[in-house]
DNA sequence: CATACGTCCTGCCAGC
DNA sequence: TGCTGGCAGGACGTAT
């Protein structure tokens, strides 16, 4: 998804326009985004009004009147449109659900891979459905300490720790690499042999990385767009990510790409020296 | 319990 | 020009 930051970005979007507002209607053009069986989705939401619409990790959470919620998990490349307060999302492409709004707006969840997914949880089941997740890296609660005994517990790549949400919540491949450039360790350490020192950088990075793309309304690598259908700006503050055979801004040694646990990381070699 | 890997789906781009 | 292979912000299920 959309990570942390793009999540945070849209929510804050949404929050501006629908609290107070009622659903008269849902219209799923692609069943496989809901889960469950989709006729019971469509029914159950009309006549739902938004109290709060928020985040937790990289999932947009709606909550109703009632304290029941609707999760949307934008997977690779869910956007959320917003067609609150013109009638329409105009620049839905791969549009899945519609939901039409009493007052005549309508919001789109549009999907062009469909791996995103949305959910309904009763007020009763919210507890264990966040307790599944990591704790919040922005959160103050979340300290160098936690981050350090996190990494202890594991032998894995620290890049995978990152990625795992049981772990850390919102964290994905853009940020994790992101903050491990800065925090100067390479993405395959093993994450139990990271210090004391490292872990305290990285733990500052992670929060760095997240603030600032949250300031810069995300990235936009290709799909990602916020609920007014406007790119994320913090695309040209990536120093890794993405940056194969560029100069590293610190040392001018060339970013190598990797590739372990199926997805793509960078760093600088020579910033970053390799576990051994 | 922890870790590794395949799979879901579509679109885009480089290279031949 | 057109085809093929590789790659993409994520996460779930299964195997080991």
């Known amino acids: 998804m959309p990570e942390l930051?793009?999540?945070e970005t849209i929510a804050r979007g949404l929050h501006s326009v629908l609290p107070g507002r009622v659903i008269a209607s849902v219209t799923i053009l692609r069943d496989d985004v809901v889960k469950g069986p989709p006729r019971g989705f469509a029914a159950a939401l009309p006549g739902r009004?938004?109290?709060?619409?928020g985040r937790r990790g990289k999932n947009v959470v709606f909550t109703f009147e009632d304290g029941s919620r609707l999760v949307i998990n934008l997977g690779m490349t869910g956007r959320?449109?917003?067609g609150a307060n013109s009638g329409q999302a105009r620049r839905a492409t791969h549009p899945a659900v519609h939901f039409h709004l009493a007052d005549g707006g309508c919001v789109t969840y549009d999907d062009v891979r469909r791996f995103g997914l949305l959910t309904l949880i009763p007020r009763a089941r919210w507890r264990d459905w966040s307790r599944r997740l990591g704790p919040e890296p922005l959160a103050r609660s979340f300290t160098a300490r936690v981050l350090r005994k996190t990494l202890s517990r594991?032998?894995?790549?620290v890049r995978s720790l990152l990625l795992d949400q049981r772990k850390i919540a919102g964290v994905g491949n853009?940020?994790?690499v992101e903050a491990l450039w800065f925090a100067r360790i390479h993405p395959a350490t093993p994450a139990n042999v990271i210090g004391e020192r490292a872990t305290a950088r990285l733990h500052r990075?992670?929060?760095r990385v997240l603030r600032r793309?949250?300031?810069a309304g995300g990235t936009t690598l290709r799909n990602y767009?916020?609920?007014e259908g406007d790119v994320g700006r913090f695309g040209r503050a990536l120093h890794a990510y993405g940056r194969a055979d560029e100069p590293c801004v610190r040392c001018r040694t060339s970013i190598e790409r990797i590739v372990f646990g199926g997805r793509s990381a960078f760093f600088c070699p020579r910033c970053q020296a390799a576990p051994r």
């Open 205 to 207: 990075s992670v929060r």
């Open 5 to 7: 930051p793009e999540a």
């Open 213 to 215: 793309a949250i300031r």
């Open 225 to 227: 767009r916020n609920a």
């Open 49 to 53: 009004q938004f109290r709060d619409v």
């Open 154 to 157: 594991s032998r894995a790549p």
């Open 174 to 176: 853009i940020y994790a």
């Open 80 to 82: 959320i449109l917003s």
